[in-house]
């Protein structure tokens, strides 16, 4: 058996061995809620809050939307960005000595406390909040790119210059495969931060989105409520990071077929 199908195989039973897991934790929790009659309002048991998505006033399928709207278009937006300027400080030693040194300074302010001004600058909306996660996903993008696309062994680089080969062919064969890893590293980071800048953004103002829902919720203590929009955006949350080792796994692992 080869260690490719070792993977293969390895890959559904450690899956359905998280599956088994998290549903064990489920069923404790709710033992433990209704054993110890622990109040709904400080911890709902999860069939409490599996009952909330039949609520219509809470408008889950919708403020989900908004949501994932906002967590997806701030990071596909970051991701192209980051490789973007990754690619530009690679070629260009004045770019990197002028402007990554700049943009290092400006990851260094709180994005919470930039919110206020982004609002200010941009109004409400779905467009602000696909910024402030932009904002906090564009920094680790960038930075684990930079360092993929210099780290090519400089011997394939004078193969390439010695065939007269452009910035552009030297990027597309050479440097851009020896930097995927490096690239999904930061894809990975970036992820998570994703969702993070999104709910903070809902937070700080929106009328929409699941943010902003646990915020409405919060004020009349409906905690089953809030649980489920935390869930809500945890699933978001997986899906997009899942989506992400889905496509390293495609391109990583046919690149080095290829090789």
């Known amino acids: 058996m080869t260690a490719h199908s070792r993977r293969r195989g390895w890959f559904p039973r450690n899956q359905s061995l998280t599956i088994a897991i998290h549903l064990v934790a489920l069923a404790m929790w709710e033992a433990v809620v209704r054993i110890f009659d622990i109040q709904r309002y400080i911890l709902p048991p999860p069939s409490e809050i599996l009952a909330t998505l039949a609520g219509d006033h809470y408008s889950w399928l919708s403020n ?3 949501t994932g709207l906002e967590i997806f278009g701030g990071y596909v937006l970051a991701t192209v960005a980051g490789v973007a300027c990754a690619l530009i400080f690679t070629w260009s030693r ?3 000595v ?3 040194p700049l943009l290092v300074t400006l990851n260094m302010i709180p994005k919470v406390a930039l919110g206020p001004l982004v609002i ?6 779905i467009g602000t909040n696909i910024l402030i996660t932009f904002s906090l996903c564009f920094f680790p993008i960038l930075l684990t790119t930079v360092r993929g696309l210099r780290e090519v062994e400089p011997d394939l680089l004078d193969l390439v210059k010695s065939l007269r080969g452009s910035k552009w062919q030297t990027f597309i064969y050479i440097q851009l495969p020896g930097a995927l890893p490096y690239i999904f590293s930061g894809m ?3 992820a998570i931060l994703a969702v993070a800048g999104a709910v903070v953004g809902e937070f700080i103002a929106s009328a929409r989105g699941l943010g902003y829902l646990m915020i409405q919720v919060q004020s009349s203590l409906d905690t ?3 649980f489920m929009a935390v869930t809500l955006i945890t699933m978001l949350g997986v899906l997009l990071y ?5 496509l390293e796994h495609l391109l990583v692992t046919k690149d080095a077929r290829l090789s």
């Open 64 to 66: 989900t939307w908004v």
């Open 94 to 96: 004045l770019a990197l």
């Open 98 to 100: 002028t402007l990554f």
């Open 120 to 125: 200010v600058w941009f109004s409400y909306g």
């Open 188 to 190: 990975k980071v970036g």
């Open 224 to 226: 089953p409520a809030m």
């Open 242 to 246: 899942f989506a992400v080792l889905a």
